[in-house]
């Protein structure tokens, strides 16, 4: 995360003075600024790659501790955002005492891999603490302090040091730019700003492709903690080649080694701009990643494809910078704004004929990895422009700072500023690209004005999108979904994404982020499914929990069943409102009924906050590939809904039987089985996983026609996957920690339905029926 800050006055050129006795002695100095710059180019690089990591682990962390709701998210954003402002305004404050930045900085990151080694038993401990701090608690304010809270006590202090580094970087990389070194102090610093963000865009894929699977959570953070001292201790070592510098001397570069002109004289301009880059650049990630999520997939892995993609755009645009900064002279700071808008609605056209492209790559990529290229090929053609423009402004800003004397204090105010815009930034993401043009000389004004009436004129030219083309899902199975109809409505939201309803004949869809989710056709069977197959086992009907409203179906098939309350967790607003809408016909309006709550809550982070017990949960969600889905099918999850179960009480889980494999089916059962002492498994239309810490005992008028594995039978087959898999039953296994099935189902994304259930349906008996009666 970086920033810049503005400068006051004019920039005026040093001068060098070569004077014959002293060449050998700058050319000695020349050469070892350059050595050194080398270094910490390759050291902010490995800084940024490691930095990405522990980002996505912090949050992955604290989103399991506190659900995975916008609300807690934005805690967690303000806790980590908060920690890298602070850091900088902290560098800009004493950057006058620091004689040494390089050791400084050294010791800086020493410190961020210190604490990221500790913070996996800290992360544990803030999940207890939050447990009981927020049991019984609904107030979303009081919910929201208790987040970021505990959410700063974990990362404030890692953050902290992280935002720091900047400005100490850019003392170390000004200095001695006019010294021969062939680059000038602006271009020095603008260059390790690329390095960080290219660093964080190899990060974001090694961390989503190969590290966070490999080695799990508390792994991966602390292999990043051995780089990230790696990357400390060589700092130091470098340190004792550099001299001791004084924050307000300095090395001015000579017109000629300046590639970078000033952007202007005017401050507040160059402010400003600070704060745009970090605004404009946080909120274009936010949008990019949820319209991504509608047309290039909802995956672990399409997350960090998609910002791998974001920031190597960023990096590319701080070498584009330079171009513009040659080209636009002063203005240029307000041409990349204005710029970066234009080019951003020059691309709105292409987004709505995306989903083409999977339907048309479909039958060439029949492997997951060939997908995976598709996707990240489909991501840089829809933001690859725009993010390249908007990349511009922060290096060009770098460029007006590096040259002053007191770069590291200024950078570190200024690194302070636009950190806490790109905090709003997330929040509002549409801002005007052309502020800054106010603060331009007249000719420069009017051809930044031309660029922003140009983009103004494009909105309002574009056609609007097919939404059913946009919201087709074609990226799910890279094929045409099933005809939709016309869409009838769509709403999108933080939490759920884009939430589509879709009419054709008589049939009503509801569809999330492209994905089918239910129907009033076909699919009635499974929805109710999900509400009778437990019943069977319910020794009472007191309270039910349904997770996940979906078209509202399961909800009024639980209020069939005598019980007494019956809470409902969703996520994404927008269902809810759908289901009211759209589905009253199949759903008799249950959402109203008084003995139904609906909480706009992640379901796990429920059973955390709820004291009251449970003779039900019955979980119906979207498809266990989708980022944080399958935190609802680890085993801390099934610790968590054991503990609010009533005696005898049961939980049904779905278990996806389509584009899946075996071993993953058996990873769903064997980690449910680590928790749970008896379980029965049915397949009616869908996978239905029943659960119980007590012996299961099937009402007399109960039909177990469907049923198919159950206790030992369900271990028979677990085991029988292992032999033939030559893996281990503790393998399958998924937890917070190692996240099998949020990486593993994603890459087994393929057509399989029949395979599997006709392998499971082989390991009936009817013996499991009757003595399931007998009990």
Same mark, same amino acid.
């Given at each position: ?77 303000? &806790? ?203 909120? @274009? ?64 056209? =292409? ?92 000719? &420069? ?58 009419? @054709? ?8 982020? @492209? ?80 003995? =139904? ?110 049923? =198919? ?11 029988? =996957? ?46 499991? &029926?009757?003595?399931?009666? &007998?009990?």
């Amino acid at each position: 995360m970086s920033t810049i800050s503005p400068t006051s006055g004019s920039l005026t050129p040093a001068t060098v003075s070569y004077d014959a006795a002293l060449r050998g002695t700058v050319g000695r100095i020349a050469r070892q600024p350059f050595t050194t710059f080398t270094a910490l180019c390759l050291l902010y690089f490995a800084s940024g790659a490691v930095g990405l990591v522990d980002e996505v682990i912090f949050f992955k962390y604290l989103s399991l501790a506190f659900g995975a709701t916008a609300h807690a998210s934005s805690a967690v954003l303000v &806790a980590f955002m908060g920690g890298l402002a602070l850091g900088s305004v902290a560098a800009a404050r004493f950057d006058a005492r620091v004689s040494r930045p390089l050791l400084v900085y050294g010791a800086l990151e020493i410190a961020v891999g210190a604490l990221c080694a500790v913070s996996p038993w800290l992360f544990g401990g803030v999940a207890h603490l939050y447990a009981s701090m927020a049991a019984g608690t609904t107030s979303l304010a009081t919910l929201e302090l208790v987040r970021t809270g505990l959410a700063a006590a974990v990362v404030l202090l890692p953050t902290f040091a992280m935002g720091a580094t900047l400005p100490l970087v850019a003392r170390v990389a000004g200095a001695g730019a006019g010294t021969g070194a062939g680059l000038g102090g602006a271009h020095r610093v603008a260059t390790l700003y690329a390095a960080n963000t290219a660093g964080g865009a190899v990060g974001a894929l090694l961390g989503a492709y190969a590290v966070i699977p490999a080695l799990g959570l508390t792994a991966s953070l602390r292999a990043g903690a051995v780089v990230s001292v790696g990357v400390g201790v060589t700092a130091i070592l470098l340190s004792r080649r550099a001299p001791a510098t004084d924050a307000t001397s300095s090395t001015e570069a000579p017109p000629s080694a300046r590639p970078l002109p000033s952007p202007g004289p005017v401050p507040r301009g160059v402010m400003l701009a600070a704060a745009a880059s970090g605004l404009l650049v946080f909120a @274009g990630e936010v949008v990019f990643i949820h319209l991504l999520a509608l047309v290039d997939g909802a995956s672990v892995y399409v997350f960090g494809l998609v910002l791998a993609v974001f920031l190597v755009a960023l990096s590319a645009g701080a070498g584009a910078s330079r171009i513009l900064a040659r080209k636009a002279g002063e203005s240029a700071l307000a041409a990349s704004l204005a710029l970066s808008g234009l080019v951003l609605a020059a691309s709105l056209p =292409v987004w709505d004929r995306l989903p083409d492209l999977f339907v048309a790559a479909g039958p060439l990529v029949p492997a997951w990895w060939e997908r995976e290229v598709v996707r990240g090929l489909v991501a840089a053609l829809a933001m690859g422009l725009p993010a390249m423009c908007m990349g511009m402004t922060f290096p060009l800003v770098l460029a007006a700072l590096a040259p002053r004397a007191d770069r590291g204090a200024r950078i570190g105010v200024a690194t302070a500023v636009n950190t806490l815009a790109s905090m709003a930034g997330s929040l509002l993401a549409g801002f005007a690209y052309a502020t800054t043009a106010l603060f331009v000389r007249a000719p &420069a004004r009017r051809r930044v004005a031309g660029l922003a009436l140009g983009a103004c004129v494009l909105i309002l030219a574009v056609p609007r999108w097919d939404l059913a083309r946009l919201s087709s899902g074609a990226n799910v199975y890279f094929e045409r979904q099933p005809e939709q109809g016309r869409v009838i409505w769509i709403d999108e939201d933080l939490h759920g994404g884009v939430v589509t309803v879709t009419r @054709g004949g008589d049939i009503t869809t509801l569809w999330t982020n @492209g994905k089918y989710q239910g129907d009033t056709g076909w699919q009635m069977t499974p929805q109710r499914s999900f509400a009778d197959v437990p019943a069977m086992f319910v020794p009472r009907f007191g309270r039910a929990l349904v997770v996940g409203v979906g078209t509202g179906v399961t909800v009024q098939e639980t209020a069939h069943y005598p019980f007494e309350r019956i809470d409902v967790a969703e996520l994404s607003p927008g269902i809810v409102k759908a289901a009211r809408l759209f589905f009253g016909s199949v759903n008799g309006g249950i959402l109203d009924d008084p003995r =139904v709550h609906v909480r706009l809550e992640d379901g796990r982070n429920l059973l955390v906050v709820e004291k009251d017990h449970y003779d039900l949960v019955t979980v119906e969600l979207t498809s266990i590939w989708f980022s944080g889905a399958a935190n609802l099918y680890n085993k801390e999850f099934y610790e968590v809904a054991a503990a609010k179960l009533t005696e005898g009480g049961v939980l049904s889980q779905w278990i996806q039987l389509h584009h899946t494999t075996l071993r993953e089916v058996a990873s769903q059962m064997a980690t449910a089985r680590a928790v749970f002492a008896h379980a029965a498994f049915f397949i009616r239309g869908q996978g239905f996983l029943v659960l119980s810490a007590d012996p299961l005992r099937a009402r007399p008028d109960a039909d177990l026609g469907d049923l =198919v594995l159950a206790d030992e039978t369900m271990d028979a087959f677990i085991d029988d =996957v292992c032999v033939r898999g030559g893996f281990t039953r503790a393998s399958l296994i998924s937890t917070d920690d190692n996240l099998r099935l949020e990486y593993a189902t994603p890459r087994n994304n393929v057509p399989s339905l029949a395979a599997v259930v006709d392998a499971l349906q082989a390991q009936r008996s009817p013996e499991v &029926a009757a003595r399931l009666r &007998a009990r």
